[in-house]
């Protein structure tokens, strides 16, 4: 039976369940008494929803604590063995698959370098298929028990009716890749359990502002920092982020080529790509066939040398001009988002770290507009490289809040193209 809002009961009760589960989630554990106001639920509704979530087991308790004058209360938390997740973080230089359990502890991970494949599709689909196969191995877990997958990956991602997630990965090579349908061909996962896409950027973000640097701000900016750039936007308006290909602002007329095609973009002189493409064409000496991660680690030695040796002027003079175009570009988000916080994380930007930082927020606050800028703060990402498995997980977490604490339904079958075959041989048996 349907209100005069158009909400049945069924609605009105996974939205109960909905808000207890979150709030003993991030502020638990709660006693039933706490989770009233804390809810703005009657304590009759509290104690009708908290005893649903018990018998689903998916809440438990976590000991107790005196009252006034009366018997002690029991406090109450989220089970953290009554829900599992994985995150795929499809990255630069690795793929990596997480394993978590409901409140985002490690239970296994695989990692599968990317080399001179780089992103051809088939070995990406295989590399995910064959992670989440070997992390559920390792910990002995059935594939039918997860809450679903997420994955962040590189470019814009499109969620159509018919084909699923369809991803838009320009810089990549990737030209409206059905990347949820081609998972489903031959998944190590049963239809019940589901994938979520996003944009990698987008993911780094969510982890950020849902246990990071960004937890309690409004309106933040989070920058995906790695061979090239991105960004999640996150307002009020957009509480779970939004992913905006920041790093293809054209910073220069006629300027270096990005990799997207391009002529000028924030990428071609931000990224670590360009950084080192600019340092090697200044007499940079990094060995052939180094990986990116490598190549920096050793740019940073060469520009501060340990044991008192002189820094090499040229890796300093490209470190300052990079952090130069990042914080110019940085001023965009500031005069456009006025954000409260702008958080750096990706392999990148951690590793370039703290040492790179001031110079980036001075230049940052001397290309923005004053008032946007004196309200703003610059720092590092809290969660470190595993960030965007992180937020990935956290997309099929979301959704189980969303629904109340439901499993969800058997996943679509999207159609894929001819060349799934070739997919399906590769997939784990």
């Avoid at 979150?22 to 502020?27: A, G, H, K, S, T």
């Avoid at 920041?246 to 924030?266: E, F, M, S």
């Avoid at 950084?275 to 490598?294: I, K, M, N, Q, Y």
Wanted: glycine content about 14%.
């Amino acid at each position: 039976m349907a209100g005069r809002n158009g909400r049945t009961v069924r609605d009105l009760r996974r939205a109960n369940r909905t808000v207890v589960l979150q709030r003993l989630y991030f502020e638990g554990p709660l006693s039933r008494f706490e989770l009233g106001p804390a809810t703005g639920l009657s304590s009759g509704s509290v104690s009708n929803v908290v005893a649903d979530l018990v018998a689903d087991g998916l809440v438990e308790e976590a000991g107790s604590v005196d009252s006034d004058g009366g018997r002690p209360r029991t406090l109450l938390r989220v089970a953290p063995g009554s829900g599992h997740m994985i995150g795929v973080d499809v990255g630069e230089t690795r793929v990596r698959v997480e394993l978590f359990d409901l409140t985002l502890t490690e239970l296994a991970r695989a990692e599968r370098p990317l080399t001179q494949q780089g992103y051809d599709v088939e070995v990406i689909v295989g590399h995910i298929r064959d992670g989440i196969a070997e992390v559920l191995a390792t910990a002995g877990f059935a594939p039918e028990r997860l809450l679903g997958a997420g994955i962040g990956v590189p470019g814009i991602v499109e969620h159509t009716p018919d084909r699923g997630a369809v991803v838009h990965g320009q810089t990549i090579g990737w030209d409206a890749v059905p990347l949820e349908a081609l998972l489903r061909a031959g998944s190590p996962l049963p239809d019940t359990v589901p994938y979520f896409i996003d944009n990698g950027a987008k993911t780094l973000g969510q982890a950020e502002m849902w246990f990071g640097a960004g937890r309690g701000a409004r309106n933040a900016v989070v920058v995906l920092f790695g061979s090239g750039v991105g960004a999640s936007l996150v307002t009020p308006e957009a509480e779970h982020g939004r992913a905006v290909e920041w790093g293809h602002l054209t910073v220069r007329v006629r300027g270096r080529r990005c990799r997207c095609g391009a002529l000028g973009c924030l990428e071609a002189y931000a990224g670590a790509e360009s950084l080192l493409a600019r340092w090697r064409e200044e007499g940079g000496r990094v060995p052939e066939g180094t990986d990116e991660e490598t190549a920096l680690t050793a740019l940073l030695a060469a520009a501060h040398p340990a044991g008192g040796k002189e820094p090499d002027p040229v890796a300093l003079a490209v470190l300052e001009e990079t952090a130069e175009y990042l914080g110019a570009g940085l001023s965009d988000l500031i005069n456009l988002f006025q954000p409260e916080r702008i958080l750096i994380g990706g392999w990148a930007g951690l590793q370039l770290g703290t040492r790179f930082l001031p110079a980036v927020r001075r230049h940052a606050v001397s290309y923005a507009l004053r008032h946007p800028a004196e309200k703003v703060t610059i720092d590092l990402g809290r969660l470190g490289p595993d960030a965007v498995t992180v937020g990935a997980a956290i997309l099929p977490l979301a959704d189980f809040f969303a629904r109340g604490g439901r499993r969800p339904e058997p996943a679509p079958d999207y159609p894929v193209p001819a060349w799934r075959t070739a997919l399906e041989e590769r997939a784990p048996h």
